[in-house]
């Protein structure tokens, strides 16, 4: 009973706060609602601030960045659909300012010494609070061997804080589910339940360091980005400890120039260090915005805070790479059979008419520059197609084309004239040729095919033994269980032979394997 009543105590406070800054029922949607709506709208309009931003999405995430740490990490993840929310607002969410007041550095001590043990023997010294988020803040220690670390704490509370927001949102979820069956379709409660799953992870700072040490080595293998070093020994669940990284935050574009940095290159290197984890190791850095970047004396790119990881599979890495490669070759047909391959085009559709879709997208912004292109434009309209063609979005992709779009507008802010299908080629050229050249298919090939011969040499001592089974129970069965046996036998010697006969025609029209379609595609 008094949860219930906590509950709605909170909700009435996220209400009236999305009122003052318009963001329940935007002004700008009005136009598009039931008379009844624009009403209500037009109402709740008047106790709307005076000074407020501008658009739909700034307006929210000013929102929620008063309501405190659970609603902005709500609006990351909203940010994270912009197949529900629109493009635009994604964009403006997805520039929401994780900051909070820094709690004191006594209370830090307080929680490395409960976590760690003695302070003094891990630390020289530590400063105040360098920056502060919604569930921790960094300090600069000094390290009695030498060396500077940034050492990451969470707050104090910050679980039984979270637990009760997030039980709050919970409870609004379920109540819109029961009284909105159209609301069902986006699943509230599923959302919420992914937003505190990936909360509760991010308030175990050991795991965001195995992140960090994993992503490390992913950044090491081109080079184009780099990964602080974690020091385990100064690690635990609420508190973890990398190496300091010396050097000009990429939001301040002023001092980028004054060190020298190379703008174009860094816009091609963010590009590619993306693109080239995703493809070729299944993980990438999901919050790639200029406050998580850092331009190092040592004249590398560095990436810092790593609560917010992506994964896809090699299923999904392929569908990314040949959409990529497809368009880049203008390949519209093959990139409509990708689509069907996966499964994510229903039958209903044929292969023609999605590649007619996507040529609409696609040649308007071939060969262009970002300065050309606009990105929101470009995703909407994908969204657009998607659901024409009643596509559903796997989250993996939806998160992937998210931080796309993201490490896009970084590289443009550093480079208004970059390229990012120039940037993305290279990339995608070479996981085309790795995994689908002519050679890696025929091998393929060659694993499945010897597969198949080793099932059909399994076959003749499966057919003698179902046979002397048959004799055996046919040598003095009851009648009613010999005619039993006998209905079972014809099925099982029917799908015996029906599983040879595909084997046979299968093998023996080409016994040198034939290269799939894609191989062929990826060589031409």
Known sequence: MFSW?????????????????????PKEYRPRMDARWRVLGGFLGLFARRRKPRTVGAR????????????????????????????SVAQELGRLKDRLPPFSRVVALDTINSELGATEQLFG????????????????????????????????????????????????????????????????????????????????????????AEFREVAATDGYLSVPQVDWTRSSKRVMTL????????????????AGADKPALAIAIARGFLAAALDHG?????????????????????????????????E????????????????????????????????FTVEEFAQALRAIGEPIFGKTADGISMSRLLLQLFDVTHLFGMHLRPELVLLQKTMVQAEGVARALDPKHDMWAAARPIAERWVRRELGA?????????????????????????????????????????????????????????????????????????????????ATATR
């Open 439 to 519: 050679e890696q298919m025929a091998k393929r090939g060659l694993d499945e095919a010897g597969q198949a011969l080793q099932t059909l040499r399994r076959l003749p001592k499966t057919l003698t033994a179902l046979e002397e089974a048959a004799r055996r129970v046919a040598a003095d069965p009851p009648p009613a269980e010999r005619a039993k046996f006998q209905w079972m036998s014809f099925w099982v010697g029917f799908a015996v032979g029906a599983v040879m006969l595909l084997l046979v025609v299968a093998l023996g029209d080409n016994p040198r394997v034939p290269i799939p379609r894609a191989a």
């Open 317 to 348: 890495r392929r569908y990314l790479a040949e959409i990529l490669y497809g368009f880049l070759r203008r390949d519209y047909r093959r990139v409509a059979e990708v689509h069907a391959e996966a499964g994510y085009v229903p039958e209903r």
């Open 5 to 25: 009543i906590e509950h709605i105590r909170r909700l009435l406070r996220l209400l009236w706060i999305l009122i003052r800054y318009d963001a329940l029922i």
């Open 125 to 212: 010294a530590i400063s105040d609070p360098m920056a502060a988020a919604s569930i921790a803040q960094v300090h600069q220690a000094l390290l009695p061997e030498g060396g500077v670390a940034a050492v990451k704490v969470l707050r104090p509370r910050i679980e039984r804080r979270m637990a009760k927001e997030m039980a709050a949102l919970r409870f609004l979820a379920e109540g819109i589910e029961f009284f909105s069956t159209r609301s069902r379709r986006l699943e509230p409660v599923q959302f919420v339940e992914t937003v505190a799953g990936a909360m509760e992870r991010e308030m175990d700072l050991r795991l965001e360091a195995g992140a960090a």
């Open 243 to 258: 190496e300091w990284i010396e050097g000009v935050p990429f939001t301040d574009h002023a001092a980028l120039e004054r």
């Open 283 to 315: 993980f990438f850095h999901a919050d790639m915005h200029e406050g998580n970047l850092i331009y190092g004396r040592d004249g590398k790119i560095w990436i810092v805070d790593f609560g917010i990881m992506g994964r896809i599979g090699h299923k």
């Open 60 to 87: 929210l995430a000013a929102a929620l960045e008063r309501l405190g740490p659970a609603y902005v990490k709500v609006g990351q993840f909203l940010a994270t659909r912009p197949d529900i929310i629109g493009v």
